[in-house]
Every structure is written in C-alpha cells, then in structure tokens.
C-alpha cells in the first residue's frame, strides 16, 4: 500500500489522545449518595458494569475515529484490485514511449521488432477500461503529444506509427514525459512503458553530462524487443563511401572505396553493388567475416553531368535500413575557361589545353582590356598569363565571388605580382636569378593536381626546368618548392582556389612550357580549378540542416530538390564570414540537390541513418535497466519479458484502488456511533 500524503500518517498519534483521558478518569474518585447498602450493592451489580461497557466502546470508537480520519487524509493506495471494493478502483493514465529508430526494424520469426511494439500497443489499446487514458509518444518525433480515452483515436495513431531515419533525442523525450504527465487526469495512478531494443547508447550520451532526472511518477516498465538470438540472423551494412579521386570528369575513372560491415555473428557472402544517379556502374561479390568489416574499392566511369547521386547496397537481410549509403559528387563535363594575355603570350596555355587527351576544355582568349565586356558567367576557370598592369588587383575577388578558379602566372613585373599575391594571402615574393639556373627543390605528389600521376604519393622532387629568374612566393600551400619559396602553390581566396606560378608562361625565363610537365599541370589545373564542391555533404536527417555556398548566390532564390523529385524554393541568408542555406528537418534517404531556378548546379548533401543505428543489437540482459537507473537514481525500473504483454502486466501489477473514500466513511460511521453511544452514556450517569 501507498500513500500520496504520508505525511499526514504522523497525525495516528492523535489516536492515543482519548486512551490517555480514559486513563486520567480512572484515576478521579466520584462521591455517590446512598441511603442504605443494599442499593450499593445493586449498583455494583448494574450500573457499574454498564457504565463501564460505555467506557470502553466511547474509547475504541474516539480511537478508531482518529485512526480512520487519519487514514482518509494520507489518500492510500493499494497497487492492485480488491474486489469488494471494486467501486473504488481508480481509472489508469499511461503514457508509452515508442522506440521508432531504424534499428527497431530488425526482422525475427515474429516480423520486424516495430511491428511487434505495434501489435503490444493494439493489446493495450483492446484492454483499456472506460475513462482510462493513454498517451503514445515516439521516441524521435517533433510532435506535442496529448492523452487520449478514445479507442479509435489511438488505434488510428499507431497505425501511422512509422520508423525514423534519426537518431533519438532521448533529453527532449524526457521533457514530453514530464510535460504530459503533468496533464494526467488520474496522476495517482500513472504508469510510463518504455518499449525499445537493447540499444542504451542515446541514454548513455545523458550519462556524460552527470544529470539526474527528477519524474512526477514513480516507476517505469522496460520491455526489450531484442532477444539474444538476433545476432544470429544474417545482417551486413555498408557503412561509408570514401573517394580516392579528387577530381572528378564525366567519362573519366572515379576511384572510391566502400567499407561493409557484418553485424552477425556468421559469415555472409553478399553482394556489393555501386550505383551513379539511376545507372549501376559497378558490383562485386564479397565475403565479410562475423562482426568484422572490410573495404571494397571500385573504378567506375560515369557519363553523367553535374550533381550526381552515388549509392552503394547490398542484398537484403535482416535489417534492410542498413543495407545502403548514399553519397553525392559533382561531375563536370567540359569545362569553359578564359586565357587572359596577349595573343604571343597566351599561345603555349591554348596549345596545352588543346593537346589529344587534354580536358577538352572551351577555350576563349580575351585581352585585360575587354575583362569588362565579359559577364564571366558558366566560367569555371581563368588563367591570367600577362597584362598585370592593365588588371586590378581587385578583379580577383569578382572572380571569387563568383567560385572562379584562378590560375595566375608571373609576367615579370615583381611589383605588380608582389601586390597580387599579398592581395590573396601571400606574405610576398622575391626576386630569383639563376646562375647558371634554379631547382625545384621538393614537390608534394599527394597534391590532387598529381593524383595519379606518379607511381607513389611520396614526396619527392619532380623534373625541373631550366629557370633564369623566377618570382617564388611565401606563404600558402606549396605545391613545388624552389630556392627562395614556391615555384607553384595554391591558396584559398573566398570562394575560390588561385594556383601562382613563379615563372611566365613562356620561354624568356624559363624553357618550363617546354617541359612535359606543362601541359600535364594545366589541363590538371583546369580539373582542378573547375572542380567546385566536388564531394556533397553528408548529412543526419530530423535535424535542421545548414549548407553553405557561394556568396555569388546570395540574392538568388535556389532550389532543393529531394530524393524523391519533390521541388522546394529557399532563399540563403549572408553572414559576414559565409553565405548558406537553412534547410528545416528532412525524413528521406538519399541525395538532394540545390541549384539555381536555371538548373545550374551549386552543391549537394546525401541523408543516411545514423552509424549507430547501424551497430549490432547489444544482448546484454539488464543494460537498460542500468542506464535508466543512472539517469533517474530514485525511480522504480521494472522489466517486462518480451513473452508479457503491456495489458497484463497493467492489469496484475498497477491496477490501483484508492482507500480513501473507504476509511473517510469508516471514520463517519464512528463519529455517528460515538454520538449515539455518548448521548446514552450521559443518561445512564445522570440517573
């Protein structure tokens, strides 16, 4: 038995109140006027032994008056059903909490561990009395919840119960639970279910932050839908994309590489196939030994443009929301690029990116006096071979904006190069003269732009060209270092990449465009340069989304285009440090695509379940128990074998009859029946 107002229990001290009076009476000596003994004697007899009888029965009915008013107010509670007070069993508020993350789609002999969460609820829903009440709140939704006595009404909800792609927000759960029991309408008889699998991972992020949750209810029943066994259906996952390529081409070879993963305890032979927009361009048998992973590299040619969706799966298994990874890259097709220079200048950069296997570049050639009757738009990149003194330094960052490579070459003028380095990060350059020439002193091969170029990726020193003088700058990302800094380095300027050569891109200081080295490096820096957010972001979904993109789309209205083909309008916002979109919470899998209303691509996010709704099922019997007993140290955990259902353990373990009522009309009944037997006392003593 409990009680809601224990402390009123201290007030049965009362009780001892009309036992003490009845002691001091004892003690008083009454004086009786008599005439003659013999009506002594048949007083003795009578009176007496009446008066006594009163006595006693005043004395338990004061006593048990107190003891029963006392009772009344301390509002107990018996946890079950007595059934000769079944008038006052007290009507039920539940709320259940539902696990509805992706790892509770895990298939056994009885279907997926949601649909049985589905099929308890139905149970429970069946046995509800009338006037009790029932709250279901999914463990990841966004929702405000309220309880419900309507059958239909909750019978409809759990029909549209539905698996998240998000991983649980266990803290805002707690808040729900707190929030709706406080609109209970039977709060002294309130019972919380917890139904989930054995994953105690999102409680255990609660752990970290050593807070101890206070609930308005006492106790709470777990119910685990992961059997032991689980582990032994077969289930594989792919669990990352990773690209070795950097720069991707329409029609070249893309090298990535996909881990997959067996969460079984057999060995599984799957299946790995490789997926680019609607076209499978790729697959492979693999074999995965128990709970381990392994790597799986791909070479593939895709012919598609722009934003394309990567997708790697495998069969299907036992849990199928873990059988594929999305990714995204953008390819681009034939690049458009401006040659900025005189025409006996600009001759070796237009040879080299026209050579048989270059990057088939689009080519236009333009003077520093016409830059401004070019829009530069569908650019990609602009190489700056000479004319420093008839461009500013600021028309670099109209470029930037725009996420126009750069590729600038020294043209001999050392203040004019000094001022436009420092403009996009270099701390200066200085002047150096061969004699009899310079060396390249050192080349970073794992750079992209000589990403499979060499045989290894080491560093080492490339074939230099005969340099007489040169313009090394200090600072950035050295690509190929020379005496006296950088021959060629790269550096981040707004939105864009500038590569800076040290040499002009001709034979008066250098025999550089004569190497073969030249035309490898420019057709590679045009890859590289038009090569904008190459790999997409990838993303959590049920979570607001923030992707950042070019300041040149600012005040455009852009499009985001989800896995489905469902289209939606958002417009960016500025900061000063970045340009991004906010994107609200989104529930698809896969790849969405944002681009301009002209169907110009900008970038791409990919939307997966989360890694740890890809980990096994822990077995472990009794570990959410334990977490929940370290989150909330005084509440009351109490497990439910999965063989029980939710109805019967209501019905033999927290159906509640409140006593109340019972022991306040006990305690009337023993007021009225003082009254009666104190009023004829009083006449039997003044007789």
């Known amino acids: 038995m409990n009680f809601l107002n224990p402390f009123v229990l201290f007030g049965l001290a009362a009780a001892a109140i009309p036992i003490l009076l009845h002691l001091l009476n004892l003690r008083k000596t009454q004086t009786i006027e008599f005439s003659t003994l013999y009506f002594l004697k048949e007083l003795k007899k009578s009176t007496i032994r009446t008066i006594k009888i009163k006595q006693w029965i005043l004395l338990l009915l004061r006593t048990l008056l107190i003891l029963f008013a006392v009772l009344a107010f301390s509002q107990p509670i018996y946890n079950g059903s007595l059934p000769f007070l079944s008038s006052l069993q007290n009507n039920r508020s539940i709320i259940v909490v539902v696990d509805n993350t992706s790892s509770m789609l895990h298939s056994t002999n009885a279907g997926t561990l949601f649909s049985q969460v589905k099929n308890d609820l139905r149970t429970l829903i069946d046995d509800l009395q009338e006037n009790d009440e029932l709250c279901i709140i999914p463990l990841v939704s966004s929702n405000t919840y309220r309880f419900s006595s309507s059958k239909q009404q909750l019978l409809q909800e759990v029909s549209t119960l ?41 409680f255990e992020r609660l752990l970290q932050d050593s807070i101890q949750f206070q609930f308005p209810f006492p106790s709470v029943f777990y119910k685990s839908f992961a059997p032991s066994s689980i582990n032994d259906e077969p289930n594989s996952s792919v669990d990352t994309i990773q690209f070795k390529t950097t720069m991707f081409r329409s029609g070249k070879p893309i090298e990535l590489e996909m881990k997959v993963r067996n969460t079984s305890s057999k060995e599984i032979t799957t299946t790995l196939y490789c997926q680019f927009g609607t076209s499978i361009v790729g697959q ?3 074999t995965i030994q128990p709970n381990s992973t392994t790597k799986v590299p791909f070479s593939v040619l895709s012919s598609e443009n722009g934003l394309v969706s990567v997708k790697g799966f495998i069969e299907n298994d036992s849990y199928e929301a873990d059988n594929a990874f999305y990714a995204s890259i953008r390819l681009n097709g034939k690049p458009n690029v401006i040659v900025i220079g005189s ?5 070796f950069v237009k040879k080299a990116l026209q050579l048989p296997g270059s990057v088939m570049a689009s080519i236009n050639t333009i003077t520093a006096i016409e830059i401004g009757n070019q829009s530069f738009s569908g650019i990609q990149s602009v190489f700056i071979v000479d004319q420093l003194n008839e461009i500013q330094p600021s028309f670099l960052s109209q470029l930037s904006e725009k996420g126009i490579g750069i590729f600038l070459f020294a043209d001999g003028n050392e203040q004019k190069i000094e001022s436009f380095v420092q403009m996009i990060g270099g701390s200066g350059i200085s ?6 020439s310079l060396q390249f002193s050192n080349t970073d091969r794992r750079h992209p732009l000589f990403q499979g170029v060499f045989k290894d990726d080491t560093k080492g020193i490339v074939e230099s060209p005969t340099i007489y003088k040169a313009y090394p700058a200090q600072g950035g990302i ?4 020379m005496q006296g800094g950088a021959f060629l380095s790269e550096f981040r300027f707004g939105q864009s990449s500038i590569l800076y050569c040290a040499v002009p891109a001709n034979i008066i200081q250098s025999n550089f465009p004569l190497l073969s080295l030249f035309p490898v490096l420019l057709n590679r820096s045009v890859s590289f340069l038009s090569q904008s957010e190459g790999i997409g972001n990838l993303k959590e979904g049920g979570v607001p989304i923030t992707v950042e993109i070019s300041k040149s789309y600012q005040e455009h209205a852009l499009t985001v285009t989800d896995p489905n083909g469902m289209i939606s309008t958002v417009n960016p916002y500025s900061l000063p440090s970045k340009t991004a979109l906010q994107l609200a919470s989104q529930w698809n899998l896969g790849t969405y695509k944002i681009t301009t209303k002209d169907k110009e691509p900008i970038t791409s996010f ?5 890694q740890i709704e890809r980990n096994r099922i822990d077995p472990i019997a009794g570990k959410m128990e334990k977490v929940l007993r370290q989150l909330a140290p005084k509440l009351s955990i109490e497990s439910i074998q999965t063989s029980k259902l939710y109805a019967k353990t209501l019905s033999n373990t927290h159906t509640k009859t409140e006593l109340w009522q019972f022991f306040l009309t006990l305690a009337l009944l023993c007021a009225f029946t003082e009254l009666i037997v104190a009023s004829q006392f009083k006449e039997v003593t003044e007789s």
């Open 284 to 286: 492979q048998q693999v």
């Open 478 to 481: 050295p690509i190929i270092e």
């Open 606 to 610: 990919s939307i997966n379940i989360p």
């Open 343 to 347: 025409q006996e200048k600009t001759s």
């Open 431 to 436: 002047e150096q003269v061969g004699k009899p």
């Open 162 to 202: 539905a698996p998240s792609i998000a991983s649980a927000t266990v803290r805002d759960v707690f808040q729900k639970i707190t929030a709706v029991s406080a609109t209970a309408k039977h709060s002294s008889n309130l019972s919380v279910f917890v139904a989930s699998d054995n994953q105690a991972e999102p």
